[in-house]
């Protein structure tokens, strides 16, 4: 690595998901392996297992299973994050499985994910789990898709295979909301095309696979047009030195502010100026998503956490009435009329469920009227009333404060994602 | 034009300060757990960032298993002093005075495990509802599958296969009574990254990171400092080298590397062409295949 070269390096971070024996786990084995990313002890360790399990080759996929349940039964039942960096970027990967019951884990995974590799194997083409890995990817707003025909090899690295896999999946994907999308023949097995281009497909004058993660740009995928700054914090030293000092801490979710930016808090309505933003670098001329900062305003007025600082000529919904997609995680079904608490931003809030729409069948995209019994890993358009008004964009504005979670208030685990729509 | 985009040690930086605040807001009795190594030290650095110019509002705490190399504790103090933050000590020493646990015996005598123990009862006592850690999710496979919000049952245990989804940055801290969270701002960051931070922010780390002269010999081909707190067998002799730590725990189970980096760039230079993890001088994580998973269940760090 050259020097200082980490000053210019980016974050990306992607997600992955196959079919159970599409080969995830061999191509992030082999995305770790090929950029060097793999230490000698950890491949020393899976060498070992590999020998120990009678298999010929060292199994590149035994580097992503960390629990002792998933070596055993050779499947991912929990998304494993790993980390890689070339000179260009560090890259976040969020492993999640592929097989239906763990759907909840492909939706936790895809959530802060920038791009997401869809893995097709070559023989069998678009099958269920590839559309609904798609639907996935599409409902959480993944703004970069790549589709990664695998098992190459297995097909002769037929050209004819490939673009008949690529035609059906731009057909269904015509059906989505998906922005960019990218096709890339490959075998993880064998390497081609994921680091290394390959010679065994002529044809293919494309992108490998590590191009596309090292040059997508990612630079508008937060949005840096509508201002939002919901407060997570208020700091207040009370120290003699800062005797008055009053700030606002929290993540910018969305916009471009400014020292003398005009301000509007919400739920209040009180408009004010903003005095500076600071760190504890100093202050700031501009800070934007997702930068961690605290604002200061030129008005004393009373703000506290769950508050959203916001322009004055771009506000968010203010509602208290609301439909959302969810995403159900538990094994006790969604309750009609039931109340649970909900998460949104900085704030907390009760819910009362209204009323499920429908819920969508994942496979096909068809619309289910006759059934709204929400089960876990269902995906359903649901109606919500909140016990005070959230300030929200449309998700697919901003997943920040279009995002939501629904917790059981007995349990207080986590029980649903929700995406708002309106 | 200028373009919004944040260098990934920046985004890193953000995101660690938002759950840093993200703590302080929910949880009522939060701590952070500073062993005096690498990562707590850079966590504790971007708390005083997240809440500055207040003062950090939790306090430190070190369970110590009277196993330090004093370099570490030399360095703890300072930094704490320096902080202006209060420091609560967890003593393994003292929980086994009490009987609480039984020290181990033999050549591979480690109070690692113990550590546990002591980490648990200090929660208890203190009534804290969440500990901070700098663990990271690259150190270790088990590891790589921990929320940044780590929920823990009344008896201090984590269920992996039982963990809350986390989606977006929404993170769940709700609990019932006797329950904590273990919570992980650096959950993303990479020994690199770490390291990179360090000295992009210039950050003082304990000298024994660094390299220098030192007493040790060899077992199971790890190079052990030597100290007090280890029985040497006869077939150990012990010989001066040039070494660094690459992590710092306690001295009976951290190896030390061959190295001649005296600086910040250096380590930099040699981590990028490390072939060994850091934890790979753990003796503590060689123990099995599942290790880490095993003590992680139990309520290790």
Redesign the interface.
Known sequence: ?E?NS??????LRFSTAGSVDDGKSTLIGRLLYDSKSI????YD?IEE?SKRKGEEKVNLALL??????E?EQGIT???????F?TPK??F?IADTPGHIQYT??M??GS??SNLSIILVDARNGLVEQTCRHTFIASLLGIPHVVFCINKMDLVDYSEEVFYKIKKDLEAFCSKLEVKDIQFVPISALNGDNVVNKSDNMPWYQGSTLMYLLENIH??SD?N?IDCRFPV??V?????D??HD?R?Y???IAGG?FKPGDDVIVLPSGFSSKIKTI????GSLDEA?????V?ITLTDDIDIS?GDMIVRENNQPHVNQDLDAMVCW?NPRNLVLNGKY?I????NDVRCVVKEVKYKININTLHRIEDDKTVKMNDIARISIRTTKPLYYDKYSRN??TG???I?DEAT???VG?GMIIE | MK?????????????A??VL??V??QFENPALLFSGGKDSIIVAHMA????????IPFPLVHVDTGHNFPETIEFRDKFVKELGATLVVGSVQKSIDEGKVVEEKGYNASRNALQTVTLLYTIENNKFDCAIGGAR??EE??R??ERFFSHRDEFGQWD??N??????????G???IGEHFRVFPI??W?E??VW?YIL?EKIEIPSIYLSHERDVFIRDGVIMSVTDFIQQRDTEPTKKMIVRFRTIGDATCTGAVESDANTV?KI?EEV?A????ER?TRSDDKRS??AM?DRKKQGYF
């Open positions: 690595m020097k980490y000053l210019d390096m980016e974050l230490f000698a002890d950890q360790a297992s992503t299973d960390g629990l002792r349940a070596r039942i929990d998304v494993a994050y790993r980390y960096a970027r560090k976040i909840r884990n939706v936790t959530s802060t990612i630079g937060y840096h997570q914090y700091v207040r030293p009370q120290s030195e800062h000092y700030g801490a929290g993540r471009v600071d760190t504890y670098t934007f998503a997702p930068m961690s605290t956490r995680f608490a998460k949104h931003t900085s997943r920040t995002s939501l979670i917790i207080n685990e986590t994602a | 373009s919004y985009n944040l260098t990934h040690l920046q985004e890193l930086e953000s995101e300060i938002y605040r993200e302080a807001a005083r960032k997240a809440f500055w110019p207040a003062r999710r690259d496979k088990a790589a599958k992996p296969k963990q809350r989804p986390e989606l977006w940055n929404i993170f769940n709700r609990k019932h959950s993303n990479t690199m990254d990179q992009h760039e930099i990028a490390a072939r060994t993890t790979g295949e599942a998973e």
